[in-house]
Antibody, heavy 117, light 106 residues
Framework: QVQLVQSGSELKKPGASVKISCKAS????????MNWVRQAPGQGLEWVGW????????TYAQAFTGRFVMSLDPSVSTAFLQINSLKAEDTAIYYC??????????WGQGTRVTVSA | SYDLTQPPSVSVSPGQTAIITCSGD??????ACWYRQKPGQSPVLVIS???KRPSGIPERFSGSNSGDTATLTISGTQPMDEADYYC?????????FGGGTKLSVL
């Protein structure tokens, strides 16, 4: 069955960087785009962007351009989200999610990133 | 940027029909999807492409999309349906989520 397994929780200081991973299994990794979604504490879902898993070409939401970098390693069926120059407001749970047609049909368990001095 | 608007909360009695709306400019010309999220869990796709139920989603979940409004309907609502519900669409190659609706089953 399709599984997306994300890396564990991270505690970082402001200004640091963090790289979250999302390992896919149960399907051909390069057949479906991968998305990233952010959920701040007590808030709704925010779309971060999506990654073409064939070409590695990323598309970012306007609010996530600059410090957010999506990448992938097809050899290990893994997508990554790196956040640079972390700010307190980046504290959130970050989810990876596979797109099938237009919907996110499978989600990772989420990675909690806490930014605190 | 494209915006989707949902009511913050909807309340329904068990066994009744819950209707959750999602509004956006000419949303009916796009595909709408719906997700259910229970506390501490990842979201789950309950409606894709306006009306399609993924495998494992009960028949009491249905969707429609016309004009400026997409609608998620839960017939015979059960206490287990209490959750946050989010609509989502694509504006070109950009994903957009609604703000979410908390469904209370009282």
């Amino acid at each position: 069955q399709v599984q997306l397994v994300q890396s564990g929780s991270e505690l970082k200081k402001p200004g640091a960087s963090v790289k979250i991973s999302c390992k896919a299994s149960g399907y051909t990794f390069t057949s479906y785009p991968m998305n990233w979604v952010r959920q701040a504490p007590g808030q709704g879902l925010e779309w971060v962007g999506w990654l073409n898993t064939n070409t590695g070409n990323p598309t970012y939401a306007q609010a996530f351009t600059g410090r957010f970098v999506m990448s992938l390693d097809p050899s290990v069926s893994t997508a990554f989200l790196q956040i640079n120059s972390l700010k307190a407001e980046d504290t959130a749970i970050y989810y990876c999610a596979r797109i099938v047609m237009v919907g996110f049909d499978s989600w990772g368990q989420g990675t909690r990133v806490t930014v605190s001095a | 940027s494209y915006d989707l608007t949902q009511p913050p909360s909807v309340s329904v009695s068990p066994g009744q029909t819950a209707i959750i709306t999602c509004s956006g400019d000419k949303l009916g010309t796009k595909f709408a999807c719906w997700y259910r999220q229970k506390p501490g869990q990842s979201p789950v796709l309950v409606i894709s492409q306006n009306t399609k139920r993924p495998s494992g989603i009960p028949e009491r979940f249905s969707g429609s999309n016309s004009g400026d409004t997409a609608t998620l309907t839960i017939s015979g609502t059960q206490p287990m349906d209490e959750a946050d519900y989010y609509c989502q669409t694509w504006d070109g190659s950009t994903g957009v989520f609604g703000g979410g609706t908390k469904l209370s089953v009282l």
